[in-house]
């Protein structure tokens, strides 16, 4: 379909589809797509691309000329009436993870970043890395963009002219519950990378045990090539450990602080608001590298990076000054303001063990601040299947405040499951610095009663919650 010039993206203000649409105007195709009107992060991505969208609405048939359309698990998927009638007139119609896999094929070194945490900064941390190796690589993350050095940003999708390419490989459906095989399965890369597995989509996999099995069919697609093994797995995981039993050793090398990892990661501690290491690994690697992100969980990001460049022939220094150059994806523990007494960070953390990786992340950074949680839960069905969790999470700021439940459009609410209930469940296990608020004044109001002169406040949540910077930005900013 690649050879195709026209293409309409259903749903081009998702991250994923603003960032192929980057990638297909960057290739010389004419693309344009639809969406809601609200204002997401991408906006401003393809405006400063010139590549137009119409609203939900104000479309009624396919512009002239259209040659494929490209469609996801939102907005009715192919079941939407442009879809319906593209298909009616002849013109092609595609998901954007067929697309994607046309892709990658054309790049003898693709490299897919898996994973149900962290694939997204790992992905752009890769992707940054092989800007500053020089090698021209293509690339399509899961955020808006990236930030390199002292204030370079970078989109999240780009085309180079070399054999690279990065892209995040996203384990949810095709369409559910209409078709749920995994979005992962139409990829077949070169290198692949997963970082961890966990049960994030009770919406798609049954049970924790299909999860796994999905990731082993994912893992598989990847092997030992030349003698060269090429698929890359965090050690330190043990439903990853699990998915090895059924793979060839000769497939894979692991990475991670265990004892057993072929990339080991030793000396690791807290330096300058980020993270400094030692890595050990295969041909005589032993070598110091310094991130400027917080946290373990980066340092095993980085490990991921590391092991995948080493492998790829490259040098140890070059690879510890080409990844300290990252500085974080688009909603990434994303630094939104900071002033006197306060700091405010923005992330995607939608799942528990998100929350408690950037929780810990702000207190490695900000060991003497107190941390305050904005958190907006995202599905009524992950909110459901991890109530518990969602709560121990939380407990671990010094105070959270949960808004309303941003539901998926393929989802209804039950009448039981609501942010309500994770307070309740909160209360009785004892945790009392949970509350509950509707609306943005609400939210104000609790952030100036409870404000310190020491305040990091995380805004949590794959919803809208960043709309609500303007207010959190207006409490602190005010004099106290």
């Excluded at 996801?72 to 442009?82: G, P, R, T, V």
């Excluded at 796994?212 to 030349?226: I, P, Q, S, V, Y």
């Excluded at 004892?430 to 509950?436: E, L, P, Q, S, W």
Aim: one cysteine or more; proline letters at 5%.
């Amino acid at each position: 379909m690649l050879e195709c010039s026209r293409f309409f993206l259903m749903g081009i203000k998702g991250a994923a589809m603003a960032n192929i649409a980057l990638l297909l105007h960057q290739m010389g195709k004419n693309v344009s797509g639809i969406d809601v009107g609200e204002v997401f992060p991408t906006d401003a991505v393809l405006t400063d691309a010139g590549i137009p969208w119409y609203r939900f609405g104000e479309l009624r048939v396919i512009p002239p000329d259209v040659e494929v359309i490209v469609f996801a698990a939102a907005h009715q998927a192919d079941s939407h009436e442009l879809v319906r009638q593209a298909q009616a007139s002849g013109i092609r119609v595609v998901h954007q993870a067929a697309l994607l896999g046309e892709l990658i094929a054309r790049f003898p070194r693709s490299i897919a970043v898996a994973g149900c945490h962290g694939k997204t900064t790992t992905s752009s941390m890769l992707a940054c890395a092989l800007l500053k190796l020089n090698v021209d690589p293509s690339y399509m993350v899961g955020a808006p963009s990236f930030r390199v050095g002292s204030g370079t940003v970078h989109p999240g999708g780009r085309v180079g002219h070399s054999e690279y390419f990065v892209i995040e490989a996203d384990e949810y459906a095709l369409h559910p519950p209409v078709n749920r095989t995994p979005k992962f399965h139409l990829l077949k890369p070169a290198y692949a990378i997963i970082t961890n597995i966990d049960y994030d989509h009770p919406d798609v996999y049954a049970s924790f045990a299909e999860t796994k099995e999905a990731f082993l069919t994912f893992a598989k697609r990847t092997g030992a090539a030349n003698g060269k093994k090429r698929l890359f797995l965090c050690a330190d995981d043990d439903p990853l450990r699990e998915v090895t039993k059924g793979l060839a050793t000769e497939a894979y090398q692991t990475y991670g602080f265990s004892s057993d990892a072929d990339y080991r990661i030793q000396e690791s501690a807290p330096e300058k608001g980020g993270m400094t290491f030692t890595l050990s690994g295969p041909e005589n690697l032993y070598h110091r590298f310094s991130i400027a992100l917080p946290g373990e969980k980066n340092v095993l990001n980085a490990a991921a990076v590391i092991g995948v460049l080493h492998r790829m022939g490259f040098s140890p220094d070059a690879i510890a000054t080409a990844i300290g150059s990252f500085r974080g994806a688009k909603r990434r523990f994303e630094l939104v303001s900071s002033g006197p007494g306060y700091v405010i960070y923005d992330d995607y953390a939608h799942h528990p063990a998100e929350l408690r990786a950037v929780i810990s992340a702000a207190k490695i950074r900000h060991p003497h601040a107190r941390i305050r949680v904005v958190f907006q839960p995202h599905t009524f069905s992950r909110t459901k299947s991890l109530l518990e969790d969602f709560v121990d999470a939380l407990a671990l700021a010094e105070e959270a405040i949960v808004l309303p439940i941003f539901a998926s459009a393929r989802e209804r609410a039950d009448g039981i499951v609501s942010s309500k209930l994770l307070i309740e469940h909160a209360t009785r296990k004892g945790i009392t610095t949970m509350c509950d608020i509707s609306d943005a004044s609400a939210l104000r109001k609790v952030l100036a009663n409870g404000r310190s002169n020491d305040d990091v406040v995380i805004m949590a949540g794959a919803g809208d919650v960043y709309a609500l910077q303007p207010d959190v930005l207006l409490v602190y900013s005010a004099q106290k």
